[in-house]
Nanobody, 123 residues
């Protein structure tokens, strides 16, 4: 069973930065696609960024140019560097994974989830 544990969430002011981490176990990161999602109160969960096994990243339009997804395969750790944070970025952020396949390009195909880490951005 794939296990994912997020960390790094915090409260920051608008314009600030945070780096989220997701430590994975019981899988080989080079064979799994990874992604970050978020869910704000009263809103649906939405995909933020994903990275394929060859390291190709993709971003939701609302974070392009501000967030960067990366991974360290040796450490089985996924990262999300978040810069120029806005109050609307406030949400619970989740790490997710799925075994590598063409379905990696579909946000709703991810089937392993962490417990989430809270990011709060104040104006």
């Amino acid at each position: 069973q794939v296990q994912l544990v997020e960390s790094g969430g915090d409260s920051v002011q608008a314009g600030g930065s945070l780096r989220l981490s997701c430590a994975g176990s019981k899988y080989t990161s080079s064979t799994y696609c990874m992604a970050w999602f978020r869910q704000a109160p009263g809103r649906k969960r939405e995909g933020v960024a994903r990275i394929s096994t060859d390291g190709t990243p993709q971003y939701a339009d609302f974070v392009k140019g501000r967030f960067t997804i990366s991974q360290d395969n040796a450490k089985n750790t996924l990262y999300l560097q978040m810069n120029s944070l806005k109050p609307e970025d406030t949400a619970m952020y989740y790490c997710a994974a799925r075994r590598s396949s063409p379905l990696c390009g579909y946000w709703d195909s991810y089937n392993y989830w962490g417990q989430g880490t809270q990011v709060t951005v104040s104006s």
